[in-house]
């Protein structure tokens, strides 16, 4: 009777075997899973200790356990890094390209209906009044050179690896990358330092005020006749000024919480402050290249506030007529009349 119960049993066997070929997969062959859903081994495969979604509803991570002091080793898994690559690797550079090359785009457009704008001659042209002194020029251009390679590399985080290893190959993009990555670290510092000067030596020509209304309202000069008045600093200028102050600090802020991993916040907080590094210092790019287009090309004189540090009367009287008359104010014995040539200085 035994026998005969074993012969059967082989028998059955060995039709289920080839009558479902591959039913059974090689791993199920070698470790078969039991009723209780538990293998030979112990483990329990289809059980919900094992179940990712399951663990995700106890805890927004999953953990193992690590000896080393090094606690943060134990994160296995982490879902919000998935929605943070997503964002890194695809919408990013669509965000980048669009901003930046949407700006150049309305800069060229502007400059094809506009054209340079020229300066207006007057029987003051050729006089020159001293508008950046040295150490106003220093900070500027030591903030802009900074801020014009921080850019570069930036931009080489988001679009290199897309763009600049094709072309090159990637022994010359790793060099590239590498030496942009030195210095996107270190002149943050002096870039910093440079938003920091800025901010003391202008905001008190940067206050908003009334006159600023009236400039907005004039469209800068584009709508009516003659120019607004302007003090030191006209309402676009102050744009600049305070886009300058509070993006520098963003970016500075955010900057240091990724300098220092770890130090203020956690990963998830590193992911967060990357995403607004990002998406800020690609915004402050198009508003630079917005400035640096108005300071060369757009408008004929203006380069020279920042270059000499003197401008041409006329071009001052012209955009910055109430500044003119507190300098002539400030820098002679007593107030000067509107028109009077401004004092050699
Ligand atoms: C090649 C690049 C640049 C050029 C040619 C340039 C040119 C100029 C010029 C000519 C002025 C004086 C305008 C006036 O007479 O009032 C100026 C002012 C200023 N620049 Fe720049 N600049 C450059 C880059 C930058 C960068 C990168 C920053 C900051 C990140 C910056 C921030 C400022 C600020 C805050 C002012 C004072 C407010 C204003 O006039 O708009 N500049 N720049």
Redesign the pocket.
Known sequence: MRRATTFLSTLLLAVMLFAVPGALSPAQAQNPIQADGQNPMGARPTADSVNEEFLFKQESKIRGRVSIPDGKSANLIQPQGREYQNFRERWLPWIGALTILGMLAALGAFFLFRGRIMMEHSQESGKKIL?FNAFERFT?WM??VC??ILSLSGLNYIFGKRLLMPLIGPEAFGAIAQWAKYSHVYLAWPFMLGVAF?FVL?IRDNIPNKVDWAWIKAGGGFIGKGHPHAAR?NAG?KG??WM?AGFGAAMGITGLMMLFPFALTDINGMQVMQVIHSVIGIIFIAG?LA??YI??LGMEG??D??GSGKVDLAWARAHHDLWVEQEQARTASGPQLKGHPAPAE
Do not use: D, K, L
């Open positions: 508008r500027h903030t802009a801020f014009i800025m202008w600093f200028q600049v000024f300058v630079i400035h640096i300071g060369t203006a380069y506030a920042m």
